[in-house]
């Protein structure tokens, strides 16, 4: 199994910036995909960013483009989300999650083919 444990939320005016870091522990070689995705109270689970762990291809929903950034530290896998430039519409609890990649192309941001997930950590951009 893999656990992750996301950090790094907060309460910004928009315009403001925070960083989540998603700190992955247990049999994290068993995954080569990490995501971000996001949830707003009455909405569906948004797939916002995802990285490929082994070359460090990234994907960005077209909300997020341009405005956050997905990294991974190589030394202890964690993945960031660096967002800059934050929106009231990016108020919402952010998920960490990981998968197997068994295709080529980019990482999935579809939820459905991620099998772990962190317990999130909320994000409110007041405008």
């Known amino acids: 199994r893999v656990q992750l444990v996301e950090s790094g939320g907060g309460s910004v005016q928009a315009g403001g910036s925070l960083r989540l870091s998603c700190a992955p522990s247990g049999n994290i070689a068993s995954t080569n995909c990490m995501g971000w995705f996001r949830q707003a109270p009455g909405k569906e689970r948004e797939g916002v960013a995802s990285?490929?762990?082994?070359?460090?291809?990234?994907y960005y929903a077209d909300s997020v483009k341009g405005r956050f950034t997905i990294s991974q530290d190589s030394a202890d896998h964690t993945v960031y989300l660096q967002m800059n430039s934050l929106k009231p519409e990016d108020t919402a609890m952010y998920y960490c999650?990981?998968?197997?990649?068994?295709?080529?192309?980019?990482?999935?941001?579809?939820?459905?083919?991620?099998?772990?997930w962190g317990q999130g950590t909320q994000v409110t951009v007041s405008s």
């Open positions: 999650a990981a998968y197997a990649r068994t295709t080529v192309g980019y990482c999935s941001t579809y939820a459905s083919v991620f099998d772990y």
């Open positions: 990285i490929y762990t082994r070359d460090g291809i990234t």
